[in-house]
């Protein structure tokens, strides 16, 4: 059996680096994709079967050209991971429109360009997992929210719709919910100063979506929920 390999867009120190560690553990050839690659080589203990590459998810022509290298250079991905997005915070009485549109484009369009380009790739083989991430602002929005509530909104309404074309024709497409804050040290300092602890590691929730790539088709999930264990919902 040839090497997996996964690509990972939106690869950075929390959530985007944890999967891509879990992947490469797993023995797959990692593909780590952001838009500026340099933070990421301060990182440590990469594994050694992952290699970066920068693209801009929300540029048609880059992702084109990201997924037509992997091809050509590596092989067929057997499952992408959409993991990029950006976010402002303002009221909706203080937004720029072209905030609202950056975000969108990112988060919603990019997943979009990364599904596409992945699909085309996989549907020929008649197998592959896609997973994208959505939040708690997939299934509500909330003041203040308007430029992740958005996107994400989007986002979901396009796994949806992937799923239902692409699960026949033997692609597993798969929505994660992360209705919780990631585990960061920046999150840590401040809810330790608020005497909070509900915080989700990165490398738990990695765990959760290389299960879903191992599913057996005869019982694929679609749309999964995380949550810290002391999260009220």
Avoid at 56 to 83: C, H, M, Q, T
Avoid at 93 to 110: K, N, Q, S, T
Avoid at 179 to 185: L, M, N, T
Wanted: some cysteine.
């Amino acid at each position: 059996m040839s090497q997996e390999i996964a690509v990972i867009a939106g690869v950075g120190p929390g959530l985007g680096w944890a999967l891509a560690r879990r992947f490469a553990r797993a023995g797959m050839r990692v593909v780590a994709v952001a838009r500026h690659t340099g933070k990421l080589k301060r990182l440590a203990d990469a594994p050694s079967d992952l290699e970066l590459r920068q693209c801009d998810v929300a540029e048609p022509v880059e992702v084109g050209e990201l997924f037509a290298r992997v091809a050509k250079e590596i092989g067929v991905p057997s499952v992408a991971v959409f993991n990029a997005g950006a976010y402002e915070r303002g009221s909706v009485l203080d937004l720029a429109p072209e905030a609202l549109e950056r975000c969108w484009r990112i988060g919603c369009f990019g997943g979009f360009l990364f599904g596409q380009a992945a699909a085309r790739l996989m549907v020929p083989r008649g197998t592959g997992t896609l997973l994208f991430t959505g939040a708690t602002a997939s299934l509500r929005g909330g003041a203040g929210f308007i430029n992740l509530a958005v996107p994400k909104f989007g986002l979901r309404a396009l796994a949806q719709s992937m799923a239902r074309e692409l699960g026949p024709r033997g692609v597993h497409v798969a929505h994660v919910i992360i209705d919780g804050q990631i585990e960061s040290e920046r999150y840590r300092d401040l809810l330790r100063e608020r005497g909070e602890a509900s915080l989700l590691p990165p490398d738990e929730i990695a765990e959760a979506y290389f299960q879903l790539h191992r599913q057996n088709r005869g019982a694929w999930t679609h749309e999964l929920d995380l949550r810290p264990w002391v999260e009220k919902f």
